[in-house]
């Protein structure tokens, strides 16, 4: 007995996927992309799968999420519940996306998001050494702390820590920390507090 909805044509479910009730799943998307030794895909109740995507064994994707048309889970990556990732987004190899976050930017390999973060932005790893092989090599990745926003087309580059609580605006590249209750405006890092409620994370 099956427990997800089609709402088109084209759309292949892999036998060894585990798949919660109440999913439904959008035109010629692919749920079960790869081997199955790489790991179970797990999807819980009530998710919303769009139309052409593409979600690998390996994948967590919780209760509630919402995973828009175009877009591609990577193997070992999580999707926390009530999770929105818009339309045409990449979350890539074990990447950790927390509860109650809205993704509109790529995810990189093995950043990680934590709960209620808004995030609009993308994601370079250092890549100092061009000579080391670009698949294979693992460098660190960001980590975004609860409540965060990361504005469209902020750049994060390597591991940079973001948060809790802080504010990056649209354009901004992020070289280093951006510590607690913290806004990057224009280069410059200030307290929240300083830019009279203009702009404020998603902290309560």
Not at 6 to 18: P, R, S, T
């Amino acid at each position: 007995m099956k427990n997800h909805e089609a709402l088109g044509n084209g759309i292949f479910v892999h036998k060894e996927v585990k798949i919660g009730k109440n999913v439904t799943i959008g035109h010629s998307s692919c749920i079960g992309f790869g081997d199955p030794k790489d790991g179970d895909l797990i999807i819980e109740d009530n998710v919303k799968i769009g139309a052409f995507c593409v979600i690998h064994f390996g994948a967590i994707i919780r209760e509630s999420a919402d995973i828009d048309h175009k877009c591609v889970i990577g193997i070992e990556a999580e999707i926390g519940r009530n999770t929105k990732i818009l339309s045409g987004k990449e979350v890539t190899y074990k990447a950790k996306i927390g509860d109650n976050c809205i993704i509109g930017g790529n995810v990189a390999d093995r950043t990680i998001i934590e709960n209620d973060v808004t995030y609009f932005g993308e994601i370079a790893h250092s890549h100092r050494d061009a000579s080391r092989d670009w698949d294979t090599t693992e460098e660190p990745s960001p980590i975004i702390y609860k409540g965060s926003v990361i504005g469209v087309n902020a750049l994060i580059i390597g591991p940079r820590k973001i948060g809790p609580c802080a504010y990056v605006g649209a354009g901004e590249i992020v070289r280093t920390d951006v510590g607690k209750g913290i806004a990057l405006m224009k280069g410059e890092m200030k307290p929240l507090s300083a830019h009279r409620r203009m702009f404020k994370s998603r902290c309560k």
